[in-house]
Nanobody, 119 residues
């Protein structure tokens, strides 16, 4: 049972990327799903999450720029990132847990995908 992220890369400020996350060995259609990021020397932060009812949460710094979505039929989680800024540079991780409040503490995590934004 694992999660695998993809879609990271290097872009210039103002550019866009789409991150994807897929499970292997199980279906996460009944889980709350989230994206976290961690930059070197900084604490890990929750970027966004989406519940099974489609309800979403975004950290303030990404509101209006990032969109989290899920397709339960395809068992895929995405993060559309627009108008990227250098401060978005980080390793991005997806996570899954039955309850959104448990995502960081006891969720299933992927290995991460690097996003680098140059000015």
């Amino acid at each position: 049972v694992q999660l695998t992220e993809s879609g990271g890369g290097s872009v210039q400020a103002g550019g866009s990327l789409i991150l994807s996350c897929k499970p292997a060995g199980y279906s996460f259609s009944r889980d709350c799903l989230g994206w976290f990021r961690q930059a070197p020397g900084k604490e890990r932060e929750e970027v966004a999450h989406i519940g099974t009812d489609g309800g979403t949460y975004y950290t303030d710094s990404v509101k209006g720029r990032f969109t989290i979505s899920r397709d339960n039929a395809e068992d895929i989680l995405k993060l559309q990132m627009n108008n990227l800024r250098p401060e978005d540079t980080a390793m991005y991780y997806c996570a899954a847990a039955f309850l959104c409040v448990d995502l960081e503490r006891i969720g299933l995590w992927g290995q991460g995908t690097q996003v680098t934004v140059s000015s």
